[in-house]
């Protein structure tokens, strides 16, 4: 099978200096790359945030929504919006969907060898155990989300004669989408039911969407600073990152980092 097209989609909402450095290291070690903007932030800023970063991206979408939480909570919606509102008149295979927070120190050719086209990665995947479903915020069965957990094992079950006993979970963190998942999210009718670290892989079980799995050091459980991608707003350490660029097989993805990457620090 093909290697797919890659193309980023670039999701920030706010620090237009720090995105500017984001994009320039992207382009750096991506150099032929097409960089489509998807601005999250307020409408009444898009002007500017078009105006700095335009220069930088091969496309710039704004979403319409105007309340914050529903974009934090639901960023698969958002990024449906932008495909059905402009990512499908685009020419790409898959996109890498790269926060304004995270740094990137390679090509995503070399992070992501062999992948194919039509195949989907998610940040630390990996079953729902017991474990996780007891203590993770959005299964927690004493937790105020587990009733849309439920509602939604519930929703799919139905609709979709979907009740698998060994349910799939992630971090989205880093993710690599086809456009086949896209077309086919498309279809759901209820699609605001569930939270989208579980009811996106979920849904690529039900489409038959294949899984590309590599292990990105994404943070589930243990001491987040051992980790470089985590879904925490705690910020990767630059020592830590130093010292991976260093190693000949080190991390080269690193989420959350809230400053501009100096070149003195590379």
């Known amino acids: 099978m093909e290697k797919p097209n890659i193309a980023v989609v670039f999701w920030f909402y706010k620090e237009p200096e720090i995105c500017i450095n984001r994009l320039k290291l992207i382009k750096k070690y991506n150099p032929k790359i097409k960089i489509f903007g998807l601005f999250g932030g307020n409408q009444n800023e898009e002007s500017l945030y078009n105006e700095k970063l335009g220069g930088y991206l091969d496309d710039f979408y704004t979403h319409p929504s105007a309340n ?121 009718e209820n699609k605001g039911i569930g939270m989208l670290e579980y009811k996106i892989p979920i849904y690529a079980e039900i489409f038959n969407i294949k899984k590309y799995l590599k292990d990105m050091g994404a943070h589930w459980w243990g001491n987040v600073e051992e980790y470089p991608l985590n879904a925490e707003p705690t910020e990767i350490k630059t020592e830590y990152i130093e010292k991976e660029l260093i190693k000949k097989n080190g991390w080269r993805i690193f989420h959350p980092y809230f400053k501009i990457w100096e070149e003195n620090e590379k």
Not at 74 to 101: A, F, N, P
Not at 120 to 130: E, N, R, V
Request: glycine letters at 4%; proline letters at 3%; aromatic letters at 20%.
């Open 68 to 188: 914050s939480d529903w974009k934090w909570i639901h960023g698969d919606l958002m990024l449906l919006d932008w495909y059905k509102d402009r990512g499908q008149k685009l020419k790409w295979d898959s996109v890498v969907i790269v926060q304004w927070d995270m740094l990137v120190f390679d090509s995503f050719d070399h992070q992501f060898p062999n992948i194919k086209r039509g195949e989907m990665f998610m940040s630390g995947l990996q079953t729902l155990d017991k474990y996780t479903e007891e203590n993770w915020e959005w299964t927690s069965p004493n937790g105020e989300f587990r009733a849309d957990f439920e509602n939604f094992l519930n929703y799919v079950d139905k609709k979709y004669n979907y009740h698998n006993k060994l349910l799939p979970c992630c971090l989205f963190v880093l993710e690599i989408i086809p456009r086949m998942f896209f077309e086919k999210y498309l279809t759901v």
